[in-house]
């Protein structure tokens, strides 16, 4: 089993909110996070088990609310949450994808750097 890598992330226009998100999620749950949809109960399951294991179940308070990603009714509570403002419901849909490519595009430009030569 490899080891999970979490990042430290601070949605910008809500600096109190500090959360953690997995860096190398696996390709199911990566998958469920890029098709993950409400237009099924079992589709949007799937999408906030895909929530809680990036945002690493945890609980995370600021504002006066409380985001609880340690459940898959917590997590789709918090994109469902209609008193959240939308750009941070946004930010917490997409940020598990986007710190993924954030890390390809890393990994992309230290590539020359990953390789050794042989002897």
Same mark, same amino acid.
């Given at each position: 089993m490899f080891p999970k890598r979490f990042e430290s992330a601070i949605?910008?226009?809500?600096? &109190?909110? *500090?959360?953690?998100?997995?860096?190398?999620?696996? +390709?199911?749950?990566?998958?469920?996070? @890029? &098709?993950?949809?409400? $237009?099924?109960?079992?589709? @949007? $399951?799937?999408? +906030? $088990?895909? @929530?809680?294991? !990036?945002? $690493? +179940?945890?609980?995370?308070?600021?504002?006066?609310?409380? @985001? &609880?990603?340690?459940?898959?009714? +917590?997590a789709v509570a918090a994109l469902q949450n209609m008193e959240l403002p939308a750009d941070l419901r946004v930010w917490i849909?997409?940020?598990? !994808? &986007?710190? !993924?490519?954030?890390? *390809?595009?890393?990994?992309?430009?230290?590539?020359? *750097?990953?390789?050794?030569?042989?002897?």
């Open positions: 949605c910008p226009e809500y600096p &109190d909110l *500090r959360f953690k998100l997995l860096a190398n999620p696996s +390709g199911a749950v990566y998958a469920a996070l @890029l &098709d993950g949809n409400s $237009a099924t109960e079992e589709a @949007l $399951a799937a999408l +906030g $088990a895909a @929530l809680v294991e !990036v945002y $690493a +179940g945890a609980t995370i308070e600021g504002y006066g609310v409380v @985001l &609880d990603f340690s459940t898959v009714a +917590g849909r997409n940020a598990p !994808v &986007d710190i !993924v490519q954030y890390q *390809r595009e890393q990994i992309e430009k230290n590539f020359q *750097r990953s390789l050794t030569t042989g002897s």
